[in-house]
């Protein structure tokens, strides 16, 4: 069963890389969001906010997999860079847009929140790729466990800063945030992430990440800038991250510090490891089946989380995905190489 | 090639290059000139300092003292990726191939610090973008036919027999178009038939693309039969240079190989 999943995928993933011009699929991807959005009538509440999170989580898990999987830079903060775009997103539109126009309604369906939210998104991704840079620029010279100290330690300064700002509500959070997010940006956003990332992983430039990967010093001698793409993968992760922040702030109308601590990175991690880290196709539906999976957890209470690391444990012991992670590169070396490159 | 060397600016030249660590020496006042086109052996028995100077040339090591000058440029300070770009590429002692890319993807990475799309270039896809694709493909599917891998080309890296692991190094070396390439140990490891492909890809990369080459080997057989000129170091020091018929007979060659009893007796008898 494995395997004929694994070979679906790896076709899946070689037509999208020769597809003359994908940006059909990209096209196509934004007219599915469409649809998806022109039928949330019948679609139920519950259903709608499941779907909402899949595609969050597929956004930072496959932006994470940039940086992990494809360019093998270990980072713990990414939730920090989702908090630097919620946070951004919700002062924007929660402050900056009504007090720059008072006179348009500003409700989350409105013409007026619905037109500048991609903006807002945009400004939102931009932030966090700032943060991005200010952290990857001098940290990336790092390697391994030194790069994942501080990364971690980044990731706490955001949330302590946030914790102590009173003007963003301080411990307490930011609530009533604008209700802009539905189907249409979420899953919209998720194509484009997608979209994004295997155009720029399938193409020479593209292959810049792997060598960085698999041999720095050899990259380096074949003229590739290694600090200017590990620091590229770091912004450009941050970047969708911050985005699926702002996305996840108008979904859930609150957000608060405590929402984007270090558990939070560790779970969009575990999407991409189990995902198979390098294979963002495999990656997203990891992250859409971890989504379902904490929905299904939910009866159990407070025994969820324990029931959860069992799953993942066993996951990774048995790999039943193991068609979306054909090899646990680092963790589980030369388990299963396969040659399929496109 | 003009008779004199000294007169033109050499492509490299290593002036009085010392490197220190700590207390030890591992290279003191090496001097070294490679002019354009020439095939250069550095030979030298283990810990003679043939990787230190290696490293320096490649910006991996800065030298104590001394300099390195590519075409008259000093390259003190300048990044790897950097020393690449001027023109210089190599190949490593111990195989450094891009172990989850395939062959072709692994020529590949040669061109992307000449590609003129970029990130965003890149993920437009745009019709620039296609045709530099194309070209990159071209080229480097040329590359590999000439060198006889286009077959593997879509093999992973790592299942290539070791011969060929080496060949495909030397291929994506070349790929950077560099003037000098730097070969560091290419024979170790292979058996008497891939030693003799060695030598004939050696030969046809300097007669079908004119790079210089700075051959770093242990195998005496390989550097000369086809060296035109051989440096020796030891202990950190040029000990002997000139053709392979002259390094042959040098008595601090004999020495530093065979121990000092020998050298005497060689000179004796």
């Known amino acids: 069963m494995g395997r004929i999943l694994r070979n679906n995928i790896s076709v899946f993933h070689s037509s999208i890389a020769s597809l003359r011009t994908p940006r059909i699929a990209l096209a196509a991807g934004i007219v599915v969001a469409a649809l998806l959005q022109g039928c949330s009538g019948w679609i139920d509440p519950y259903t709608t906010q499941v779907i909402l999170f899949a595609a969050i989580n597929v956004i930072l898990a496959v932006s994470l997999n940039l940086v992990m999987g494809e360019t093998g830079q270990f980072s713990l903060c990414h939730a920090a860079f989702m908090a630097v775009g919620a946070y951004t997103s919700a002062i924007l539109t929660g402050k900056a847009l009504p007090a720059l126009f008072p006179h348009f309604p500003w409700t989350g369906i409105s013409l007026a929140s619905q037109l500048t939210f991609l903006p807002v998104l945009l400004i939102a991704g931009t932030v966090a790729g700032i943060a991005g840079l200010i952290v990857g620029g001098p940290s990336l010279r790092l390697r391994g466990d030194y790069l994942a100290m501080v990364t971690l330690g980044f990731g706490e300064i955001i949330r302590v800063l946030l914790q102590n700002t009173n003007a963003v509500g301080g411990a307490r959070g930011m609530e009533g945030i604008l209700p802009a997010t539905n189907l249409f940006w979420a899953v919209g956003g998720a194509v484009v992430t997608l979209y994004t990332m295997m155009a720029l992983v399938n193409s020479t430039y593209g292959r810049g990440f792997h060598a960085v990967r698999d041999d720095e010093i050899a990259a380096g001698a074949m003229g590739i800038d290694t600090t200017r793409f590990k620091v590229t993968a770091f912004v450009i992760g941050a970047f969708f991250a911050g985005v699926a922040g702002a996305l996840y702030a108008h979904a859930v109308e609150f957000i608060s510090p405590e929402g984007f601590n270090f558990l939070r990175s560790f779970e969009i991690i575990v999407m991409v490891i189990l995902g198979g880290l390098g294979r963002p196709v495999g990656v997203a539906v990891s992250a859409i089946l971890i989504t379902l999976l904490n929905e299904w957890l939910r009866d159990l209470s407070e025994y969820r989380m324990v029931v959860y690391a069992l799953i993942i444990i066993l996951f990774m012991i048995f790999r039943p995905f193991d068609a979306l992670a054909p090899y646990f590169r680092r963790l589980l070396p030369a388990a299963n190489k396969t040659p399929v490159i496109p | ?269």
Do not use: W
């Open chain 2, 1 to 269: 090639m003009s008779e004199d060397p000294a007169k033109e600016v050499p492509l490299l030249e290593v002036r009085n290059c010392s490197l220190r660590f700590g207390g030890i020496a591992a290279l003191s006042r090496v001097s070294l000139r490679i002019g354009h086109g020439e095939l250069v052996g550095l030979i030298g028995p283990n810990g003679a300092g043939k990787t230190s100077l290696f490293n320096i040339l490649t910006g991996v090591y800065r030298p104590t003292e001394g300099e390195v000058l590519f075409e008259g440029r000093p390259t003190a300070g300048i990044a790897t990726h950097r020393i690449n770009h001027l023109g210089m590429a190599r190949t490593f002692q111990n195989i450094r191939l891009f172990g989850s890319l395939n062959v072709r993807m692994n020529v590949r990475t040669s061109f992307i610090a000449r590609l003129s799309n970029g990130l965003l270039g890149t993920v437009r896809r745009g019709k620039s973008f296609r045709a530099e694709e194309e070209s990159v493909q071209e080229e480097g599917r040329r590359l590999l036919e000439y060198f006889g891998l286009q077959e593997v080309a879509t093999h992973s890296s790592r299942s290539l027999p070791y011969g060929d692991q080496r060949r495909l190094e030397i291929v994506r070396a070349l790929a950077t178009k560099p003037r000098l390439l730097l070969l560091d140990e290419p024979a170790a490891g292979m058996n008497p038939t891939e030693k003799q492909e060695l030598k004939r890809l050696i030969g046809r990369i300097r007669s079908e693309f004119g790079t210089a080459i700075l051959l770093v080997e242990h195998d005496m057989k390989v550097v000369m039969g086809i060296c035109e000129r051989l440096v020796v170091l030891d202990q950190g020091k040029v000990i002997s240079s000139g053709t392979p018929a002259e390094v042959r007979t040098d008595p601090k060659v004999i020495a530093a190989y065979l121990g000092a009893t020998h050298a005497v007796q060689g000179a004796s008898s």
